[in-house]
């Protein structure tokens, strides 16, 4: 075991059984954070980067989908085989969540002190009293102004912003070695954006937490993260530090991306020109193509490429692609 | 040259009602005030965030709320107070392109139906006539004729936006009012939406009131761009001035609020503390003094009004250098 890996990915599939038949949401991912670092899963919808964060976290509704291989270890010990009372142990405690939609992952009824505080008590040996100083101590941490007064209101009262932040401190609130951060700031504006991805950045520094930040945004990549793994149709395509990803992306997918977002020119100093497009849409993930799945949207593609998928090799000092062109190009 | 969109001081309150006998006991000032024009071929773009009024503006200029006050000027014709019937022949000049592309269209239509539509509304096009031009209006947005028959549930997000933008070119309008675009759709699939836009502009001389909070989107695709802020604009001015000289500390923040896709970049952001205030109970003087990293006593007091700096630009604020 790499000695300073906190959560090791190997082999993970997902699939949902489904009446259009059998969708496969994440085939056979491997990777690892590292303690104390950002890592960003980057993708559009459907390339099943919601789904592994849902995996590692054991909340995959079953049925219809299911973790049909793999292992996904916390500091060694095998999530995957742990009974669902020891996983219950683990969630919110050594390793939480948050979501993108804090509006409907809060519960409406209760004030948002409670929802903190009950955490705490689930996972700690601590009175009422005390639970519910950690709930205000939390709430000031991340900065919600008059936090006592604010832990006795319920999710309605808060702001769009308010209520992420308190997500961020139920997620917070038992010290946990990782946190997965699903979309954190989507539903936000982007002046909101900047204050909560500003907030996560000091949070994480502070604690020490390793983060696995999953968005579909490069600009928040490569803002806040150390490292990047890029998905497409339920694989991981690309691995790389977040700076050699922008600067020689491998894969002809990552580099169409890169080409499609406009960048803001007037800050990034870069010549506004026609954005490059990516012919054609993301396949089916029930009706895979037997190779490569972004063969039929790329313009290197060959036989080889629609027969057989490509392996996961290393072309780069930490920078793995699978594509069977990427070394050809760029 | 006439433009084709001139909208003056634009109001529009909504009341609000509490109590048993629903009384009313508040406004909501979405649009307050709001002064801006469109020339021929040209995209404005409009920027702000959540609830800032832009798509209130939109709706307000196509008609499909009457505004409370202020004028609409479609080539040069005051639509904002006509009836219904006068108002037709304007609804030919302006077609309107929703944010998401799984609400606004007819799930029980086919694709070409909903984009003939309009034809068969305006008397324009029947029967064989009306299929050939939604024939050539399909190829025109990158879709296929033979898709015609198809229900909108057969088409992925980025081909139905196409849909809607098919729809809203079907009477040749002079002005889109595109009410965020993009912002349901993928990356790849925003880019190959982004450019269809801009090809249809250069190609057909179209107008755009584009609407969006996506900074990056509105640099790309506007002429013109116009920030607002609880109901009101504060700065507006042409891209490139806005983008690169910005005055008003709102439209400076916004622009450092941008994640910027270059990790080699390293930018302090100016981080705006607090929320949007509730345009129930807009703050009085400057409505952005609360948040404001510049403030000062009389910007509590004292609303500012949009100045000229330069040929073009202008901005509300006491404070703003430039």
């Known amino acids: ?330 | 040259m006439i433009p084709v969109l001139q909208v003056e001081d634009l109001k529009k309150h909504y009341p609000v009602k509490s109590g048993f006998l629903r009384r009313t006991t508040g406004q909501v000032y979405a649009v307050d005030g709001v002064s801006f024009s469109i020339a021929p071929g040209q995209t404005l773009g409009l920027v702000g965030e959540s609830g800032c009024g832009k798509s209130t503006v939109a709706r307000a200029v196509m008609r499909l709320v009457a505004p409370t006050s202020g004028r609409v000027l479609v080539e040069g014709t005051d639509i904002a107070t006509l009836s219904k019937a006068e108002l037709r022949p304007y609804r030919r000049q302006m077609q309107m392109v929703f944010q998401d592309p799984f609400s606004s269209l007819n799930p029980r239509m086919s694709a070409g139906d909903i984009v003939g539509e309009p034809l068969l509304v305006h008397g324009v096009a029947t029967g064989a006539q009306a299929r050939a031009r939604v024939a050539a209006l399909f190829a025109q947005v990158g879709l296929r004729p033979a898709q015609m028959d198809n229900f909108p549930h057969q088409f992925s997000g980025g081909q139905r936006q196409r849909i809607s933008i098919a729809r809203a070119l079907a009477l040749n309008p002079r002005l889109i009012v595109a009410d965020e675009p993009v912002s349901a759709l993928d990356v790849s699939i925003q880019a190959q939406v982004i450019n269809l836009l801009m090809d249809l502009q250069r190609d057909q001389g179209l107008a755009y009131l584009f609407i969006a909070h996506d900074l990056a989107v509105v640099e790309h695709i506007a002429h013109h761009v116009a920030v607002m802020y609880l109901g009101r604009i504060v700065e507006i001015a042409d891209k490139v001035t806005l983008f690169r000289n910005p005055v008003h500390p709102y439209t400076r923040a916004l622009l450092s609020a941008v994640p910027v896709p270059n990790p080699k970049l390293k930018r302090k952001k100016q981080l705006l503390e607090g929320d949007v205030p509730s345009p129930m109970r807009p703050p009085p003087g400057c409505a952005f003094h609360t948040r404001c990293p510049i403030a000062v006593a009389r910007c509590s007091v004292d609303a500012p009004v949009l100045k000229e700096r330069d040929a073009g630009h202008l901005a509300a604020c006491h404070l703003a250098d430039g």
């Open chain 1, 1 to 330: 075991m790499n000695a300073d890996a906190i959560l090791e990915v190997e082999g993970l599939s997902t699939v949902f059984f489904t009446p259009s038949g059998l969708v496969r949401a994440v085939q056979d991912l491997s990777f690892t954070l590292r303690r104390g670092e950002v890592l960003a899963v980057v993708g559009e919808s459907g390339c099943g980067k919601s789904i592994t964060a849902l995996s590692l976290m054991r909340l995959v509704p079953t049925p219809p989908g299911r973790i049909v291989s793999g292992t996904v270890k916390l500091e060694g010990r095998d999530l995957l085989a742990i009974s669902e009372a020891e996983m219950r142990d683990v969630r919110g405690n050594a390793m939480s969540m948050i979501f993108q939609e804090p509006m409907t992952s809060l519960n409406p009824v209760l004030t948002i002190g409670a929802q903190i505080a009950e955490t705490v008590r689930l996972h700690r040996r601590v009175t009422r009293a005390q639970a519910w100083d950690r709930a205000v101590e939390m709430l000031r941490l991340v900065r919600i102004p008059e936090p006592a007064q604010r832990a006795r209101e319920y999710p309605h009262q808060l702001s769009g912003g308010m209520r992420q932040r308190a997500m961020i401190a139920i997620a917070l609130a038992c010290d946990p070695q990782v946190l997965i951060a699903d979309e954190p700031t989507t539903a936000l504006d982007v002046t909101i954006q900047a204050q909560i991805l500003d907030l996560i950045l000091q949070l994480q520094q502070q604690t020490g937490t390793s983060v696995l930040l999953i968005t579909h945004d490069l600009g928040v990549v490569a803002e806040t993260a150390q490292r990047v793994v890029v998905m497409y149709a339920g694989r991981k395509i690309e691995e790389a530090t977040v700076e050699d990803l922008f600067e020689f992306p491998l894969h002809p997918y990552t580099h169409g991306l890169l080409g499609s977002i406009p960048h803001l020119a007037a800050i990034s100093g870069a010549v506004a020109e026609r954005l490059q497009e990516i012919p054609g849409m993301v396949p089916a993930l029930s009706n895979l193509p037997p190779g490569c799945a972004f063969a039929a949207r790329c313009d290197r593609a060959d036989d080889r490429c629609r027969a057989d998928v490509p392996p996961l090799v290393e072309l780069r000092p930490d920078h793995i692609v699978a594509c069977w062109h990427a070394g050809a190009a760029s």
